[in-house]
């Protein structure tokens, strides 16, 4: 079973950084986009940055110019880097990752499935 475990998230202040990482349990490049997504309770989960399979990238304008997604292909991982976090940025951050039309772990997947990973807390004190 294709699993994406994440991990970093937690408290910050105003202005603070954190960092996230997605590792997904086969090759990041096996999928034909990786994203993170986040929530706050009674809102609808909002695409926050994605990157292609090619490295193309797409930020929401909200982080635009504060968050930055990357690829590190030495500890297959997706990470999201967060820079001057507000308090509009506490949500809970969930990657996703779509498949392309493969086998995941011995299994077929349709292109354009979704897997999500745990969910990462992150909140952004006054």
């Known amino acids: 079973q294709v699993q994406l475990v994440e991990s970093g998230g937690g408290w910050v202040q105003t202005g603070g950084s954190l960092r996230l990482s997605c590792a997904p349990s086969?090759?990041?490049?096996?999928?034909?986009?990786i994203g993170w997504y986040r929530q706050v309770p009674g809102k609808q989960r909002e695409l926050v940055a994605l990157?292609?399979?090619?490295?193309?990238?797409n930020y929401a304008d909200s982080v635009k110019g504060r968050f930055t997604i990357s690829r590190d292909n030495t500890r297959n991982a997706v990470d999201l880097q967060m820079n001057n976090l507000e308090p509009e940025d506490t949500a809970v951050y969930y990657c996703?990752?779509?498949?392309?039309?493969?086998?995941?772990?011995?299994?077929?997947?349709?292109?354009?499935?979704?897997?999500w990973g745990q969910g990462s807390s992150v909140t952004v004190s006054s």
């Open positions: 996703n990752a779509v498949s392309r039309s493969r086998l995941y772990d011995k299994r077929w997947y349709p292109a354009g499935f979704n897997f």
């Open positions: 086969v090759t990041t490049s096996s999928f034909s986009a």
């Open positions: 990157i292609s399979s090619s490295d193309s990238t």
